[in-house]
């Protein structure tokens, strides 16, 4: 995704980015995003559960505000992300995220309204 920022030259759209020279914002833009997405896929597979569901969710947010952003972008004058390429790397990423999110959400309510039910269960059992 981030590789079509960069043919794109998507930092001219950033806030700061796009005030510097030509050379030194696109150099700014790779070397911001090399260790920054080193650390989300580290976080989405790292080993304690609990710091790899909220990496995953935050990532999903990302990819949404990210859909959005663009979306928001779409009649800049400097926008150039209007191939068919751009456009499913971009926002299938944003409904990807979407997707992730509504699963979480279903399968935690599910989880809780099957734990409630085991406990109501229980409590019948024991009364």
């Known amino acids: 995704m981030k590789l079509d920022a960069v043919t794109q030259s998507e930092w001219r759209l950033l806030y700061i980015l796009n ?22 896929f580290w976080l989405t597979f790292y080993e304690v559960l609990h710091i790899r569901e909220w990496s995953r969710i935050a990532f999903s947010i990302f990819l949404i505000i ?3 952003l663009h979306k928001a972008l779409e009649n800049h004058p ?18 990807l995220g979407l997707i992730y999110l509504i699963i979480i959400v279903t399968s935690n309510l599910f989880r809780t309204n099957s734990i409630r039910e085991q406990g109501d269960r229980i409590s019948t059992k024991i009364s």
């Open 19 to 40: 005030t510097l020279p030509e050379e030194i914002a696109r150099t700014a833009f790779v070397i911001i995003h090399v260790p920054l997405f080193f650390l989300i």
């Open 66 to 68: 990210h859909a959005g």
């Open 78 to 95: 400097l926008y150039t992300f209007n191939s068919l390429m751009s456009q499913w790397l971009i926002f299938g990423g944003g409904l």
